[in-house]
Antibody, heavy 120, light 108 residues
Framework: QVQLVQSGAEVKKAGASVKVSCKAS????????MHWVRQAPGQGLEWMGI????????SYAQKFQGRVTMTSVTSTSTVYMELSSLRSDDTAVYYC?????????????WGQGTTVTVSS | EKMMTQSPATLSVSPGERATLSCRAS??????LAWYQQKPGQAPRLLIY???TRATGIPARFIGSGSGTEFTLTISSLQSEDFAVYYC??????????FGQGTKLEIK
């Protein structure tokens, strides 16, 4: 079945970087763009950006420009999201989510989430 | 600035009854509107896309309607597993970064 499996929880110091992975299976990896969305404790959903899994292009939310990097390794059907210069307000659950159709913007399959805790 | 406003923030409904959730866009999003369900400790799940099309495996009691700026998610007969937080999201304009703040559907 279609599945996105993310890497495990991370605890980081403020100022450090974190890299979260998302491994896809059960579908043609290159046919669906991948989003990253985060959710701070008790808060709503915040879109961070999107990557073409073929690695051709990315689009980041303005808020994260300069701090986020999304990459893809097609040989392992895995996408990565790296966030640098971590602050305490980056503490959140980070989700990868497959775009339903190309670059549409609607997300039909989600990973289980990766908790990132930033401590000072 | 694009905004999606959901109402009410919390909705208390008894099992078996109908629930009606609203989502309003600050500018027209045509029919490019999705609804997601999120249960505690779980990832969001796509319920509705294109304002009214149920995603794969979503029961028929979930009904999406509306276009332009006004949208509604109706759950026709609430089951115990439907109590959750619901988010709307527009994907008409790029980036698709606009989620509503969520409606918590709780048991009355």
């Amino acid at each position: 079945q279609v599945q996105l499996v993310q890497s495990g929880a991370e605890v980081k110091k403020a100022g450090a970087s974190v890299k979260v992975s998302c491994k896809a299976s059960g579908y043609m990896f290159s046919n669906h763009y991948m989003h990253w969305v985060r959710q701070a404790p008790g808060q709503g959903l915040e879109w961070m950006g999107i990557i073409d899994p073929r690695g051709a292009s990315t689009s980041y939310a303005q808020k994260f420009q300069g701090r986020v990097t999304m990459t893809s390794v097609t040989s392992t059907s895995t996408v990565y999201m790296e966030l640098s210069s971590l602050r305490s307000d980056d503490t959140a659950v980070y989700y990868c989510a497959r775009d339903r159709s190309g670059w549409e913007g609607c997300m039909d399959v989600w990973g289980q989430g990766t908790t990132v805790t930033v401590s000072s | 600035e694009k905004m999606m406003t959901q109402s009410p923030a919390t909705l208390s409904v008894s099992p078996g009854e109908r629930a009606t959730l609203s989502c309003r866009a600050s500018q027209s999003v045509s029919s490019n509107l999705a609804w997601y369900q999120q249960k505690p400790g779980q990832a969001p799940r796509l319920l509705i896309y294109g304002a009214s099309t149920r995603a794969t495996g979503i029961p028929a009691r979930f009904i999406g309607s509306g276009s332009g700026t006004e949208f509604t998610l109706t759950i026709s007969s609430l089951q115990s597993e439907d109590f959750a937080v619901y988010y709307c999201q527009q994907y008409n304009t790029w980036p698709p970064d606009t989620f509503g703040q969520g409606t918590k559907l709780e048991i009355k």
